[in-house]
């Protein structure tokens, strides 16, 4: 059974590690596109769906630590 404070630790550190890729992802591609280079935009664009998977892999991580993933 999924306890409250296992969901506190599990949004507390999708939080921290969520915002800290996402947020070197958006640095590097702010610095690259006021750089003048177009390629910058690719790691701005990535930056919230590699927040959103870290996220989804910590949730599934502890779904399976717990017993409630479903296995094929």
Do not use: E, H
Request: charged content about 10%; hydrophobic content about 55%; aromatic content about 6%.
């Amino acid at each position: 059974m999924i306890t409250r404070a296992d969901i506190l630790v599990l949004g507390l550190r999708t939080a921290v590690i969520g915002g800290l890729a996402g947020g070197i992802l958006l640095f590097v591609g702010m610095t690259l596109v006021m750089s003048g280079q177009n390629i910058g935009w690719l790691p701005m664009l990535l930056s919230g769906p590699v927040c959103g998977l870290i996220g989804y892999l910590f949730a599934r991580s502890l779904a399976n630590r717990v017993g409630l993933a479903k296995r094929p």
